[in-house]
């Protein structure tokens, strides 16, 4: 049992922290809401276990940064100082555009959009993993799109690649 | 980008989520996390039993005070019945009578109706009986029916798996704690770990009474 939740621990981490940077745009909270998921799906493991520990994984990582940004309302930009340090490396540059241009969203909106886009979810699955109803997933993700075309639309205006 | 917002969202996107990698294992990390959780929830449980003991202590403690002020007939001492209660126990006779009677009550075991015990004893015949859960001893007591399960997860925690404490709590046991194999090996037998059981929970009720009611003065 032990060995089995590792291995998905193992296999799961490197997955987990990639959508946890989409959704907090710096890794230090992506590391912490990655371990503070995997620690909730641990003590439920044998529950889990055998059916969707993944997509549990998923959903409460999705929501638990809800609440980290609701607590904030703020977000770490690159070049500011991390508070603490994380085990994890940045392997390759993140567009800055985007970063700025992601953190104009309201949470719910930023879930919305990285889910759909990363993960590939329909509304349904979005909604699942927000916890709310199918028409709030696709406003928060039609509101969240339409600010990003926006922001895009801006950026090619003062001619940015 | 926006013709293609998705398509372009998606590879920036996908840069952006492939941008940071783990520097080490994070195995370890988490199955701290996972046994300070385990601890901080078997915490919780603990303080709501203790809370739910205590008030029942409490109600027990006003009827009694409700019953002596309708009949004014002198009440027996406390201390009368406490020749079986531990030191602690004549201790607390001295300053809380109420509380002191219902603690030796649950001491001595002699609150148990013939009803209870046949109902106990369903109920341990019950839980030996499942195959589902690894019960590797249950006993009527006087705080219930308490049961020592199998763990097979390998952790240290002493509590049991929610979903099996929610199976039993179904079929009427009022306790659930891991076997201690560690101890059973050093000679703590199954009739020990369950006095263990009765030990904890009383003297939790016992010291969360005595700060509530100190607390109330």
């Known amino acids: 049992m032990r060995e089995g939740f590792e291995a998905f621990v193992e296999a799961e981490t490197p997955r987990l922290l990639g959508l946890a940077h989409a959704l907090t745009g710096n890794p230090h909270d992506a590391w912490d809401l990655v371990q503070e998921s995997l620690t909730r799906v641990g003590v439920r493991w044998r529950r889990l276990g055998s059916e969707n520990p993944g997509g549990y994984a998923r959903t409460t990582l999705v929501r638990l940064n809800i609440d980290r940004a609701r607590r904030l309302r703020r977000e770490m930009l690159p070049g500011t100082l991390p508070d603490r340090e994380a085990p994890v490396e940045i392997v390759d540059q993140v567009d800055p555009w985007l970063v700025e241009a992601l953190a104009t969203l309201t949470p719910q909106q930023r879930a919305a959009v990285v889910l759909r886009v ?14 709310c109803s199918v028409g709030t997933a696709r406003s928060h993700l039609s509101r969240g799109l339409s600010r990003m075309r926006e922001r895009a639309d801006a950026r090619q205006e003062v001619g940015e690649p | 980008m926006t013709d293609h917002l998705e398509d372009d969202l998606r590879d920036a996107l996908t840069r952006m989520s492939g941008a940071v990698r783990p520097t080490v294992g994070a ?36 009827l009694t005070r409700t019953a002596s002020e309708q009949t004014p007939v002198e009440p027996v001492p406390v201390t009368s019945s406490a020749s079986s209660a531990s030191p602690v126990d004549v201790g607390e006779a001295a300053t809380e009578p109420p509380l002191v009677c219902y603690l030796q009550r649950l001491v001595v075991g002699d609150a148990i109706t013939l009803a209870e015990l046949r109902d106990q004893k369903r109920v341990v015949g019950q839980v030996r009986a499942l195959s589902s859960v690894q019960v590797r001893h249950a006993e009527t007591t006087p705080i219930g029916v308490v049961a020592l399960v199998v763990d097979d997860s390998g952790d240290a925690d002493l509590r049991a798996d929610p979903s099996v404490v929610a199976r039993l709590r179904e079929l009427g046991v009022a306790h659930v704690r891991e076997w201690d194999p560690a101890a059973a090996a050093a000679g703590t037998g199954a009739a020990p770990q369950v006095r263990r059981v009765i030990t904890q929970t009383v003297r939790i009720a016992v010291r969360d009474g005595q700060e509530c009611r100190s607390g109330g003065r």
């Open chain 1, 118 to 131: 990363l993960e590939d979810l329909d509304h349904a699955g979005i909604a699942e993993r927000l916890g």
């Open chain 2, 27 to 62: 195995c370890d990390t988490i199955h701290a996390g996972v046994r300070r959780s385990r601890r901080r929830r078997a915490l919780g449980t603990a303080v709501g039993t203790a809370g739910l003991v205590v008030a029942v202590a409490a109600g027990g403690s006003a």
